[in-house]
């Protein structure tokens, strides 16, 4: 009881000079990303809405697409950033658990993976372009149509996996001199970033590719 009523009043004198706690901090943090990916919801939510009614105006042109494309090179890609994230939370696991080597490893796996699924990208977007799928509008091809509505959510994807690939990278850089060993709040932010590159990522390519 003498150890909750000293805790209390440190409370209290810390509250009385205007300090915030680091519960506080962390969940202010947390907060400010929360707001910042609803914010990328909403441009993710238009690319998607666009795509949709090419659907629905064209349904020939993309059925005859994806008769014409693979999902191979894309499931593969899909399954390693799915990986990626399962890496992620084991990253911020192992720190929790005091275990600052395990938390770069499994963070270093994190950053590959998005460098992997990357690499992929580049590879089908160069197949695609020698379909004549381009980012582009060509009144002598079919696909200028698709072409622009397909890469506008599928390229600002892979923009924010490259962004999350540099911040897996700041975060190994500041792991490695010790600034999570006590409050792993930074790597639990950039975990919620992680995790919304993923789950736009299955929308996408269940509605890209799958349906």
Not at 142 to 148: E, N, P, V
């Amino acid at each position: 009881m003498a150890q909750l009523t000293a805790d209390q009043l440190a409370a209290s004198v810390h509250d009385d000079h205007g300090h915030m706690s680091v519960e506080d901090s962390n969940n202010n943090l947390k907060l400010g990303v929360w707001l910042y990916l609803a914010s990328e919801v909403v441009i993710f939510s238009i690319m998607i809405v666009g795509y949709v009614l090419l659907r629905i105006n064209e349904p020939d042109i993309v059925a005859e697409a994806h008769e014409q494309l693979g999902v191979g090179l894309v499931t593969a890609n899909t399954f390693v950033l799915l990986a990626s994230s399962f890496f992620m939370v084991m990253g911020l696991r192992a720190m929790q658990q005091g275990n600052r080597a395990g938390m770069l490893r499994w963070i270093g796996l994190t950053a590959l993976g998005g460098i992997v699924f990357l690499g992929g990208q580049y590879i089908e977007y160069r197949e695609l372009s020698h379909l004549g799928i381009v980012l582009g509008y060509d009144l002598e091809s079919q696909w200028s149509t698709l072409g622009m509505r397909f890469y506008a959510p599928t390229f600002f994807h892979g923009a924010h996996v490259f962004v999350g690939v540099l911040w897996a990278l700041e975060v190994l850089r500041r792991g490695t001199k010790g600034r999570y060993d006590h409050n792993p709040i930074g790597i639990e932010m950039f975990g919620l970033y992680w995790h919304f590159v993923d789950v736009v990522w299955i929308m996408l390519f269940t509605l890209i590719y799958l349906v």
